[in-house]
């Protein structure tokens, strides 16, 4: 593990140190609370209405965005009076014995005149249909960009991105729909639409520009929806009804082409002039509404931070690297030998019964007919497809919200499984015995049923494969201790029952991508049935069959199989991430850091509850578990072989002959070691002592939250614990440099330090010292002291906060294994006696040396007032990164020295 490049020379500028009333409002919140708790309830109940507020106008406005998959039947017969795919209306079927087009009257719709209705025929209604359909299931998958964006924007930026793009959607369709709005349609060719006194228009043209205009509005909505998230710490104990409430906005936008339907009735305006002002509605108004409602990226991370005691990394899944190394694990996951049957049969079963769904939300208006016979159900004016949307909307708005309120209450994501599969069985064979009967009552209770079920659907989904907190952003947030050593990971509130919740995104993907692709093929198979018996009805009769008895045989199975599994499946990655949680290597080594046993371990690390999270994150920054680690790491290094220890020496010797001080440095620079090295590297990180000068200001961010006072004892002990086992294993493992100089009396004192790397000497994860490693165990043994910075007893949650951040924001193990071999600088401090007698530099020049006899860059991290003086040095900067806690901030900076060849 290596750490920042310390303040070196009296080149860098002390920070100013924060104010009184800065360092109070960074105490613990225990602490705040006993000071005044009136106050801080007070505060609490009225952040939390304001939060209800502005989650409830938002939830209004990314209704109004909801694109147009959710009222994807309405939308259907618009685009098809519109003229969308008009030349599919010369094949056979439009002359089918259903009908040769769909004849609405007056009674049978609402807002729809015979004249407009009467040129869209069952063909070209079902080409439509099955466009949508397979662009919908094409957008799903999409819905990780939209979770890479709300990573990268926030919920704010994210939504109000989303209503630009969704706006920009109907602008194209409405282009489109204004180009067919001149054709002659009895005109019509394969190569060919001709527009009397318009334009030529390609089928494929016609096709690419409906395409893309649809996805466009789709993600757009998504964009919109995903910022949903942005509220779950701002209301932690009803994340899953914020959750609900993010999938009832979709069944709720479904009643948004009625709206449109009546609006263009009303005021008499045309299709593409209603899309466009709706485009302008979304634009102005949700995108307005979301800038004002929706949590910034910062306030996010900053509730994040009060909610969970720790914050957030700014990213998760990095690169693409990340991804396919996600993707494996989700393989790994899906295909494992307990489950991966399992895992097939739960798919086919969802897919078998989603399809009625299906047919109800792009088919209901031609179902409808066939069902009354072209009646119009008794005059009740009322469309099979508009009357689903209506419900679909009552259903979305009532049963969902009820959904995440019940789901809040469960204590493991198995609970109520198997009621919902029985619900979903009863609403399929409701469906299956009467979807047939002209009876408009009865046709209400099938679409009751038929919304119940795709409710339930996604319910079990949600259950089943796990619903995000972040989608596609998180894995897990690192204890402070765990920060200071290894990889941050993301933290997600909910788990899934087959994956920990490292991977949890990305099955859940994995899984969406095989039901998708299921129920694709399911669809098109319902297509040909129609296409063959000229008939929607026997379709929904046969799928709705087939999904009741594929879901009974499913209650039946998971009853007597009782294959639900009480903890997710862990892989040997996830059982080492959960150790390194702890400093280890292993669930047992962890389970005793913890006190605790191995299950409950495994159990609370597994659970959906923010507090059963603190409390986890309390033990593993507690005094006991400080020592317990430390007696691991003897234990561990005590067992090390006899060849491992004799290797170590060998590579230790052979870096020190390989790489002797040059002669331009010989007569001040010295091979040093940990023990003499210490004192002159930790107070020029730290700056106590009261020698004055310049200490390293990264550092003072860090402990300035423990105490300005960089004499304090605790402190001091407490740098020395974090410094400690990162010089050790500098000595063992790398290079320890040292300018050496006389003092008035003629003792030898170290003035300068420089712990650096040679090429390919540092961790296979680009750090120093892996977490649970060796490298650690062995730096930690002979320091021979517990970590007390881990210790938030005595630090204090806000050093703990600010130690979190400074490790996983910078990134710098990964961006170090991405650079490649090197020659790097660790640790470089001159003792603040000596700042300023160029000694930092010298070292520098040393190892500077040494990569040019090798062919090699140096490489360094430092803080931002550093960056003048290692520019001075000849480097230049690589990345830069700011961090803040709490509004206070400091920059880290990757910089780089080219080899000159």
């Known amino acids: 593990m290596t750490k920042m490049v310390a303040t070196n020379g009296g080149s860098s500028q002390q920070p ?10 960074l105490l613990p919140a225990s602490i705040d609370q006993k000071k005044d708790a009136t106050t801080t309830a007070s505060s609490s109940s009225s952040s939390s209405l304001t939060s209800w507020i502005r989650l409830l106008t938002f939830f209004i406005a990314s209704v109004i965005a909801g694109g147009i998959m959710p009222g994807q039947n309405e939308y259907n017969r618009l685009f098809c009076e519109a003229g969308i795919f008009r030349y599919a209306c010369h094949e056979e079927f439009a002359d089918s014995s259903i009908t040769a087009t769909l004849d609405y009257d007056a009674s049978d719709t609402i807002g729809h005149d015979s004249d407009s209705a009467s040129s869209c025929c069952p063909a070209q209604w079902l080409l439509i249909a099955n466009t949508m359909n397979s662009l919908s299931m094409f957008v799903t998958f999409l819905f990780l960009l939209s979770g890479i964006m709300f990573d990268i924007l926030g919920g704010r930026k994210c939504a109000t991105l989303g209503c630009a793009i969704l706006s920009v959607g109907f602008g194209i369709l409405a282009v489109l729909l204004r180009l067919l709005g001149g054709v002659d349609h009895t005109t019509t060719n394969n190569d060919s639409i001709n527009g009397g006194g318009g334009i030529m228009i390609k089928p494929s043209v016609e096709t690419i520009l409906f395409a893309m205009g649809v996805l466009t509005c789709d993600i757009g909505s998504f964009f919109v929806n995903v910022a949903f998230y942005g509220f779950l710490f701002h209301l932690p104990t009803k994340q899953a009804l914020i959750l609900a409430l993010s999938n009832s906005c979709f069944s709720c936008a479904s009643f948004l082409p009625i709206v449109v339907s009546g609006f263009m009735d009303v005021s008499g305006y045309t299709l593409p002039s209603v899309l466009l002002m709706y485009g302008v509605v979304i634009l102005i108004g949700s995108g307005g509404v979301c800038w004002v409602t929706v949590p910034s990226l910062e306030e996010y991370h900053s509730n994040a931070l009060v909610v969970l005691g720790l914050p957030i990394p700014r990213r998760t899944v990095k690169g693409w690297k990340g991804m396919k190394k996600q993707l494996l694990g989700a393989k790994k996951v899906l295909t494992h030998p307990d489950h991966a049957m399992f895992h097939k049969i739960s798919m086919v079963v969802l897919a078998m019964g989603w399809v009625p769904a299906f047919v109800y939300m792009s088919m209901a208006d031609p179902l409808g007919q066939e069902i009354f016979g072209g009646e119009g159900g008794g005059g009740i004016g009322l469309s099979l497809g508009v009357s689903f949307l209506k419900i679909n909307t009552l259903v979305g708005l009532l049963v969902g919200p009820a959904c995440g309120l019940l789901v809040d209450k469960f204590q493991h994501p198995s609970d109520g499984l198997i009621e919902i599969c029985m619900l979903m069985t009863v609403s399929l064979a409701v469906v299956t015995l009467l979807c047939g009967v002209a009876s408009w009552m009865v046709q209400i209770v099938v679409l009751i049923f038929v919304c119940i079920s795709q409710t339930m659907q996604l319910l079990f989904a949600m259950r089943y494969a796990g619903k995000r907190r972040r989608m596609f952003l998180s894995s897990r947030v690192m204890y402070a201790w765990l920060i200071y050593i290894n990889n941050p990971r993301c933290f997600p509130i909910y788990t899934v029952l087959f994956s920990y919740p490292n991977r949890v995104g990305v099955v859940t993907g994995a899984l969406i991508f095989v039901f998708g692709t299921l129920s694709l093929v399911l669809i098109l198979l319902v297509s040909l049935i129609i296409v063959i018996t000229k008939s929607y009805l026997l379709p929904v009769r046969i799928v709705s069959t087939i999904g009741m008895m594929a879901w009974a045989a499913y209650v039946v199975y998971i009853k007597r199989e009782e294959r639900f599994p009480a903890s997710p499946t862990l892989l040997p990655e996830d059982e080492i991430e959960i150790a390194k949680n702890f400093g280890v290597s292993t669930i047992e ?68 002959e390989e790489f002797p001080v040059p002669d331009f440095a010989w007569d001040k620079v010295r091979k040093g070691c940990f023990e003499s090295s210490f004192d002159c590297i930790t107070t020029a990180f730290n700056g106590h002592g009261g020698f004055g000068g310049s200490n390293e200001p990264s550092v003072d961010w860090m402990f300035s939250a423990m105490t300005n006072d960089r004499d304090d004892p605790i402190r001091v002990e407490a740098f020395g614990s974090f410094l400690g086992p990162m010089l050790v294993v500098s000595e063992t493992y790398g290079m320890i440099l040292e300018v050496v100089v006389n003092d008035e009396s003629g003792r030898t004192n170290v003035a300068a330090s420089c712990a650096c790397y040679p090429p390919g000497t540092l961790d296979s994860d680009g750090s120093t010292m892996k977490a649970g490693g060796d490298r650690y165990h062995f730096g930690l043994a002979t320091y021979g002291l517990a970590p007390t910075f881990t210790n938030k007893e005595i630090t204090g949650e806000a050093f703990v906060q600010r130690l979190a951040a400074f490790k996983q924001d910078s990134e710098w193990d990964q961006r170090r294994k991405d650079y490649g071999e090197m020659w790097y600088i660790g640790l470089l401090g001159t003792h603040p006696k000596y700042q300023g007698s160029g000694y930092g530099r010298l070292l520098l020049d040393v190892v500077s040396n040494y990569a040019q006899e090798t062919k090699h860059d140096c490489y360094l991290e430092c803080s931002g007032p550093n960056i003048a003086f290692y520019k001075r040095c000849g480097y230049d900067v690589l990345w830069k990164n700011e961090i803040t806690i709490h509004g206070d901030s400091i920059v880290l900076a990757g910089m780089v020295k080219k080899y000159q060849a």
Do not use: F
């Open 589 to 656: 080594d962890a389970a005793y850091v913890a006190d605790m046993s191995p299950d409950a371990l495994l159990k609370l690390s597994a659970s959906t509850k923010v507090a059963d999270l603190r409390r986890l994150s309390d033990i593993a920054l507690s005094g006991g578990a400080c020592e317990r680690i430390l007696h691991v790491a003897r234990r561990n290094s005590s067992r090390m072989s006899s060849e491992d220890v004799q290797r170590r020496r060998s590579s230790q010797i052979s870096i020190q």
């Open 16 to 25: 100013d140190q924060s104010s009184a009333d800065e360092e109070t409002s």
